[in-house]
């Protein structure tokens, strides 16, 4: 199975369907701050929610909840990944008939180095991820679900996901916090969540650590222990694919993977990874991204697309490619050089499941 990260685009969002009888503000705000862990614990009774059936859209509310989330900016990792790997969800989220309740991951969520690592094991199916977010059959608005605070409900996926309220009284799901709440489908109702809710399978909270295959912890600042491969500049063992990328003049590009805890990624995922020379980074920016993991990981994410591994021939028929942060690109030919967004590609040969190129310089 290719490992999933989410760059979302429904990637992962967090879905839940549950009821609402109206929705005067229809217009709810897809944004917001982030509120507190959640409080209390120990057993929880099942949730009382709105029967969808009841839910009637204003004549204000045009858009199903896929178009909906499509709108939103901060959702491209969640919309991307649901429309490119999830097609009965997809449909789901458009049918005219459908009554859910979607808790929305931003693309921030998605970012979370320990969600990547925990959506890049194999028997980890990213689909089972999102229906773990989605309720069927109502239509809940924040006002319906604080009233259930200390109950549970049961997801699309199995899965069991609490109501409770945080410290500064606001409303958590599974411990994610609601930053954007009430925003109505014609179908649905969305609410952006601040967290990935992670089944225990993918190391959630409910689970182990996320990690590896071997259900290891991911590697940190300085490349984690790896099998196989050389000896990366922060001293971890490389896997064979990062080695071979080393040995072709992409160190830099090698230290910036370590950083972000990536790991043996590049070995075990059939993913599509564009990764800079070193003459394409700018020195100041490579210091600066690779003195912190997540600011490694958000450049690198603008580098790789996990829908699959192009070998040349596939990548030069494309006229265009989207990246896992949702940003697409054109692909060109230049004289039988292939181009993304005008940077020269040039494949690196490895022996791991992704297709890496060398690129002439950082994708934005």
């Known amino acids: 199975m290719i490992k999933k990260y989410f760059a979302l685009s429904l990637i992962s969002a967090s879905l839940l369907a549950v009821g609402c009888s109206s929705d005067d503000d229809d217009e709810g705000d897809m944004g917001g701050g982030t509120t507190g862990a959640t409080t209390g614990g120990g057993q929880v009774t099942a949730s009382v929610l709105p029967d969808g059936a009841e839910y009637m859209a204003s004549a204000e509310t045009t858009l199903n909840l896929l178009e909906l989330a499509s709108s939103v900016d901060d959702l491209s990792t969640l919309v991307s990944t649901v429309a490119n790997n999830c097609d009965d969800l997809a449909a789901a989220l458009a049918d005219a008939d459908a009554r859910l309740t979607v808790f929305a991951p931003s693309n921030a969520a998605f970012a979370d180095a320990a969600v990547t690592a925990a959506l890049a094991v194999d028997d980890v199916d990213v689909c089972d991820v999102v229906a773990g977010h989605v309720i069927n059959n109502s239509v809940a608005s924040a006002t319906d679900l604080s009233s259930q605070v200390g109950t549970s409900f049961t997801t699309l996926a199995g899965t069991t996901v609490a109501i409770a309220q945080a410290d500064d009284g606001g409303l958590t799901i599974g ?4 930053v954007g709440a009430d925003n109505f489908a014609t179908n649905g109702v969305a609410h952006v969540i601040d967290t990935v809710l992670l089944p225990a399978s993918a190391g959630g909270s409910d689970g182990g650590e996320p990690g590896g295959e ?15 491969g050389g000896t990366g500049a922060g001293g971890g063992e490389l896997g064979a694919s990062l080695t071979a990328v080393q040995t072709a003049g992409n160190t830099e590009f090698v230290q910036l993977w370590q950083t972000a805890s990536l790991g043996l990624a590049l070995d075990d995922n059939a993913w599509t990874v564009f990764a800079p020379s070193n003459d394409g980074i700018d020195d100041g920016v490579f210091a600066t991204v690779n003195a912190d993991q997540a600011s490694a990981f958000n450049l690198l994410n603008g580098h790789i697309i996990t829908s699959g591994a192009l070998d040349s021939d596939a990548l030069d028929a494309l006229s265009t490619v989207t990246v896992n942060n949702g940003t697409e690109y054109a692909v060109g030919n230049d004289d039988g050089v292939i181009t993304v967004n005008g940077l020269s590609v040039t494949q690196i040969g490895i022996t791991g499941n992704a297709t890496v190129y060398s690129i002439d310089g950082v994708l934005q």
Do not use: K, L
Request: glycine share 48%; no cysteine.
């Open 175 to 178: 411990g994610a916090g609601v």
């Open 214 to 228: 071997d259900g290891g912890e991911p590697g940190g600042d300085d490349g984690g222990e790896t099998t196989g």
